[in-house]
């Protein structure tokens, strides 16, 4: 049986595994691992393994990071 979403525990964010992509939240979903990446959850969990968790109080760091990177080559 396959879950519709991998979560976070409570307090924290958890990150996609997938290398490269910068998607992080509460909640990974099956959706994303399709569209984002066009793999199964499944495939993802295989080839990358599970999220990385980290907790609330590294989100703002996550997100400084995002924006940095995102602003890359402007």
Same mark, same amino acid.
């Given at each position: 049986? *396959? ?8 307090? &924290?964010?958890?990150? !996609?595994? %997938? ?7 509460? %909640?990974? *979903? @099956?959706?994303? !691992? $399709?569209?984002?990446?066009? =793999?199964?959850?499944?495939? %993802?969990?295989? +080839? ?11 989100? @703002?760091? =996550?997100?400084? +990071? +995002?924006? $940095?990177?995102?602003? &890359?080559? @402007?």
């Amino acid at each position: 049986m *396959t879950e519709t979403y991998w979560n976070a525990k409570h307090g &924290e964010y958890i990150k !996609c595994p %997938v290398e490269g992509c910068k998607h992080f939240g509460i %909640v990974i *979903t @099956k959706a994303h !691992c $399709r569209v984002e990446h066009q =793999m199964s959850r499944e495939e %993802v969990r295989q +080839k990358y393994g599970l999220p990385k968790s980290f907790s609330n109080r590294n989100k @703002k760091q =996550m997100e400084s +990071k +995002k924006s $940095r990177s995102d602003g &890359e080559g @402007k």
